[in-house]
């Protein structure tokens, strides 16, 4: 009779007893990346690269770093942007920031702007740039100036550039009148491929072309066309950057995809390739900071990568030693050879980071250069505040390494992901799901419920996207 009273009550508390649910908290940064890619070329965004450097660098470089980012919540389109780093080996000598004021023209998007930052190096530079896309059609034009009227031989002078964008196809040119250099890039997506070109010289192609074009004219020499045509396409090669990249479930240009692996060539010098893996994935650990009795499991995020880098330079050297010497190449000639490229050494990197919750995340790489480890912890509060600190060892240098990170930002969207690849980004710091039978545990709890209905509705998940989000 005891038995059978334990059972039905026991069976009355779970039928109305708080709902099983599965952590789901944001991810560890907000979401500040993409604000101003309308004002730089989309190659350099395009093709995995924001989320490399992430995975590599962010809380894992060596020395001192600091990061702030506020806005007013009364007037949002108003920030600051303040940058610091320093090394610990040269601190105070080898030390550079920028502060950058910026207004944002439309408070719903971000791509329209204007900004002054000044930057503090060996050189000073004061720059004030301005950037207006218009969505509907995708045509946008920016452009630079330098705010100081002396311009050293390592500042910019002015720049002006114009862009066309939408979700598949981008393609724009970006020109320095006084240095004579430019830069034109050409993209486009079709389905989970992504290609894309870029040209980046001192001197416009088509009039080193037609030079040596002039000049073998009035040679009249057959042999001397078809040589300045080959020394043309030379030329241009030394310039030019291309990539192609796969990811079969799409991504955002400027956040983390679920999947994609990148081949790139960089102006006849570099191969590279590269992958990049984000994982939105469930535990069924408890999570000693929330009530044990409901809680079914939790959301991490664990992002992998890998990135080889050939020096193509190095092998050209090489095979012109080998064509001009009979015989094997000798190992010094070949060193010297190398040595006369100023080129950067091959590199294979592999980078994991590993999100456990809101509040702490653990990252490391390892390289042919160096090994790194790093905690970075979290606090979300009115002012957000990132502390981390790194240890490494540097190969080359054959000497320890050390890293710390300090972050405070009160802006930025917040975004979520859910587990098994489904869509993210909501409105609060930590939601909640209702669990599936397989994650009922037989515990309780408290905190915001989503409705099992309602697990995909962009409303609730705060996923409202502006028409231009996906835009190249």
């Known amino acids: 009779m005891a038995l059978q009273f ?61 990061v702030m980012r506020f806005s007013p919540p009364e007037d949002p389109k108003i920030s600051v942007n303040f940058r610091f780093g320093a090394s610990l080996r040269e601190l105070g000598n080898d030390s550079a920031g920028s502060l950058a004021l910026r207004y944002q023209l439309i408070q719903k998007d971000p791509l329209s702007f204007i900004d002054v930052k ?55 040119a970006i020109a320095l009148p006084l240095q004579q250099t430019q830069t034109i890039w050409a993209a486009g997506r079709l389905g989970p491929l992504t290609v894309g070109v870029q040209y980046q010289g001192g001197q416009p192609f088509r009039q080193d072309w037609a030079a040596k074009a002039r000049e073998a004219a009035r040679q009249k020499k057959t042999d001397a066309v078809a040589s300045s ?92 030693v080998q064509k001009g010497r009979p015989g094997p190449v000798s190992k010094k000639a070949a060193e010297q050879a190398e040595a006369a490229v100023p080129t950067r050494q091959p590199a294979l990197r592999l980078g994991l980071a590993w999100q456990v919750n809101k509040n702490v995340m653990f990252k490391a790489k390892v390289g042919t250069d160096a090994f790194t480890a790093a905690l970075a912890v979290k606090s979300w509060g009115a002012i957000g505040t990132t ?59 408290a905190g915001l419920m989503v409705k099992k209905e309602d697990l995909e509705n962009k409303e609730i998940l705060g996923q409202q996207e502006t028409a231009s989000a996906h835009f190249l």
């Open 6 to 66: 334990l059972t039905s009550l026991l069976g009355w508390r779970q039928a109305h007893g708080p709902p099983q649910v599965v952590l789901v908290p944001p991810l560890f940064e907000r979401d500040h990346r993409g604000r101003s890619r309308m004002a730089r070329s989309s190659y350099d965004l395009l093709f995995c690269k924001p989320a490399l450097r992430w995975l590599f660098q962010d809380y894992l470089s060596d020395g001192l770093r600091s």
């Open 118 to 172: 000044a930057a503090a190096r060996e050189s000073s530079e004061a720059r004030m740039r301005g950037c207006y896309f218009h969505v509907p059609s995708g045509m946008g034009i920016f452009g630079s100036v330098p705010l100081l009227q002396q311009i050293s031989d390592e500042g910019k002078g002015p720049e002006v550039g114009l862009r066309y964008s939408s979700p598949d196809i981008t393609a724009g």
């Open 229 to 320: 045509a080959q020394s043309a396409l030379a030329d241009l090669q030394q310039y030019l950057s291309y990539a192609v990249a796969y990811s079969p479930q799409g991504s955002s240009p400027y956040g983390r995809g679920n999947f994609t692996a990148v081949v790139e060539v960089r102006e006849a010098r570099e191969l590279s390739l590269a992958f990049f893996y984000h994982l939105a994935i469930q535990r069924l650990v408890r999570n000693p900071l929330e009530d044990h009795r409901s809680v079914a499991g939790i959301t991490n995020y664990v992002d992998f990568g890998l990135q080889a880098v050939v020096d193509l330079a190095a092998q050209q050297a090489r095979a012109k």
């Open 387 to 445: 502390g981390a600190g790194s240890v490494g060892w540097d190969i080359r240098r054959q000497q320890p390494q050390f890293g710390f990170t300090l972050a405070f930002e009160n802006y930025g969207n917040i975004r979520y992901e859910r587990s098994k690849g489904r869509p993210r980004v909501g409105s609060a710091l930590v939601q909640r799901h209702v669990a599936l039978p397989e994650d009922i545990a037989n515990k309780e709890g």
